[in-house]
């Protein structure tokens, strides 16, 4: 596997990115499905309770509708992630890799490696702290696609994953855990995974009908 280093080295043309000093912002929308069985506990016990399995396996997408990395356009990119998280999930010892988008330039590329990676400090800061293991990242195509309440992530054959929030009393009104200390934002939509695959990495996941997210992100660092 491919280190971020050794990545980052694929483009010796592009702008260093100056780990941890550059600003960055990104505002989209994230969704994870996960193997919990039922709603991810860590949401709320923020990652004192263990997952419903004992461990966590996750694919996760992002949709950047507005975001930069210093001097590079980050808007309209899609991210592609998988984590596995041995424990309880403040132990670390994360597992990680992420896909970016290929329409990203060099310096875009990078930059989004550094904030998945941790590097660029801020909000993803955690991840420096808490994956052990980078298994890489590669340029591929990442398509984040939303039709009525569904979402849905295509990373090429890599993952194939579609979530939809869990109807309340209230069809009209999706479940929300509100106002939560949650990393990826105070806000999560309760959902269901209605595909969940993944094929990357030497993975091979089958997560439908397991619990999902939506999540509104308003992520930045720096700081």
């Keep these: 596997m491919e280190t ?4 980052d080295n694929r483009h010796p043309g592009a702008q260093k990115s100056g780990q941890g000093t ?3 912002a990104i505002k989209g929308e994230l969704i994870l499905n996960c193997n919990c069985t039922v709603f991810c506990p860590c949401v709320v016990s923020l990652g004192k309770h263990p997952p419903t399995e004992g ?3 996750a694919w996760a997408g992002v949709r950047i509708d507005e975001g ?3 001097d590079a356009d980050l808007s309209g990119l899609n991210v592609g992630l998988i984590l596995e998280i041995p424990g309880l999930m403040a132990r670390g010892n994360w597992k990680a890799a992420a896909y970016i988008d290929e329409r ?3 310096d875009a590329y990078n930059g989004l490696i550094d904030i998945f990676s941790g590097k660029a400090k801020g909000t993803t800061g955690l991840f420096k702290v808490l994956v052990s293991e980078f298994l890489g990242a590669e340029r ?3 398509l984040f696609e939303t039709e009525g309440k569904t979402r849905r992530l295509i990373v090429g054959k890599q993952i194939h994953g579609e979530v939809v929030p869990v109807g309340g009393a209230n069809s009209e009104e999706d479940i929300v855990v509100t106002n939560t200390e949650y990393w990826m934002g105070a806000d999560i939509t309760v959902a269901t995974a209605t595909k969940g695959r993944v094929r990357a990495f030497g993975r091979v996941w089958d997560f439908d009908g397991r619990s999902a997210e939506i999540c509104q992100i308003d992520w930045n660092g720096p700081r």
Excluded at 4 to 7: C, S, T
């Design 140 to 142: 591929a195509p990442v």
């Design 68 to 70: 930069h990395f210093g």
């Design 104 to 106: 990203a330039d060099d």
């Design 55 to 57: 461990y966590c396996q």
């Design 22 to 24: 550059v600003p960055w």
């Design 4 to 7: 971020a280093a050794r990545i």
